[in-house]
C-alpha cells in the first residue's frame, strides 16, 4: 500500500517562530489532507489540497503531486498550535479510504 | 448541531469480553468510519460505511465488526476483546462524496484499555 513519511517526527518552538512540516507520500494521489490533533485528542480537518497552494491564516499548504510531497507552514507560531499535525491521502486509489502518516508533534514554548 | 459524538469516553475490558463503541452524527452524511491510534502511530482505517446497510473493511478490521442501519449511527463491535485491541478510537463522517473529497469530521474518541 501506499507509504506516508511525515518529518520531522519532533519539533520544539518558541512562541512566535516559524515552521515547516513535511510529507512524502509513495505512490500518485488526488487528494491530501492536513489535520491537527490538539492536546486533548480532538482532530480537526486544516486543508483539503490535492495540489497547488492554499493559505488559512497563519497556516498555508503547499502539495506539488508530480514530486509527491506536501508542506505545511506555520508562521508566528502559538501556543494553541501544540499538538500532533497528520497528513492523510486516499489510499489504492480510493475515495473512501484515507491513509495517515504518523504525525509530527509540535510544541509551541510561551 | 452536536457533528459526531462517541460513547463511552473510556473504557477497560477484560480480555475475552466483548462490547459495542457508539458513534452518532446529526450532519445527515452519509460517509462514516471508525479508526484506531496507536501510540506513535497515525490513525488507521479498520471499517467505513457510504451509506445505511453498506459497510467494508479498512486497513486493520480484525476482531472488529460494524453494521449501518440508520444513517446517524454506527456502531463498532468488539466480539471477544483482545490487549492488542487497547487503542484511542475515533469515529468519523463526511459528505457522501467520501473524506478525500469532503472534509472529514471527527467524533472526541473512546480510550480503550484490554487487559
Known amino acids: 500500500g501506499i507509504q506516508v513519511e511525515q518529518s520531522p517526527p519532533d519539533l520544539i518552538l518558541q512562541e512566535g517562530a516559524n515552521s515547516t512540516l513535511r510529507c512524502n507520500f509513495s505512490?500518485?494521489?488526488?487528494?491530501l489532507q492536513w489535520f491537527h490533533q490538539n492536546p486533548w485528542g480532538q482532530l480537526i480537518n486544516l486543508f483539503y489540497i490535492p495540489s497547488g497552494t492554499k493559505q488559512n491564516g497563519r497556516l498555508s499548504a503547499t502539495t506539488v503531486a508530480t514530486e509527491r510531497y506536501s508542506l505545511l507552514y506555520i508562521s508566528s507560531s502559538q501556543t494553541t498550535d501544540s499538538g500532533v499535525y497528520f497528513c492523510a491521502v486516499n489510499s489504492g486509489g480510493s475515495n473512501y479510504k484515507l491513509t495517515f502518516g504518523k504525525g509530527t508533534l509540535l510544541t509551541v514554548n510561551p | 448541531n452536536a457533528g459526531v459524538t462517541q460513547t463511552p469516553k473510556f473504557q477497560v475490558l477484560k480480555t475475552g469480553q466483548s462490547m459495542t463503541l457508539q458513534c452518532a452524527q446529526d450532519m445527515n452524511h452519509e460517509y462514516m468510519s471508525w479508526y484506531r491510534q496507536d501510540p506513535g502511530m497515525g490513525l488507521r482505517l479498520i471499517h467505513y460505511?457510504?451509506?445505511?446497510?453498506?459497510?467494508d473493511q479498512g486497513e486493520v478490521p480484525n476482531g472488529y465488526n460494524v453494521s449501518r442501519s440508520t444513517t446517524e449511527d454506527f456502531p463498532l463491535r468488539l466480539l471477544s476483546a483482545a490487549p492488542s485491541q487497547t487503542s484511542v478510537y475515533f469515529c468519523?463522517?463526511?459528505?457522501?462524496?467520501?473524506?478525500?473529497?469532503?472534509?472529514?469530521?471527527f467524533g472526541p474518541g473512546t480510550r480503550l484499555t484490554v487487559l
Open positions: 460505511s457510504v451509506g445505511a446497510g453498506i459497510t
Open positions: 468519523a463522517s463526511s459528505n457522501h462524496r467520501g473524506p478525500t473529497t469532503d472534509t472529514q469530521y
Open positions: 505512490d500518485s494521489v488526488n487528494n
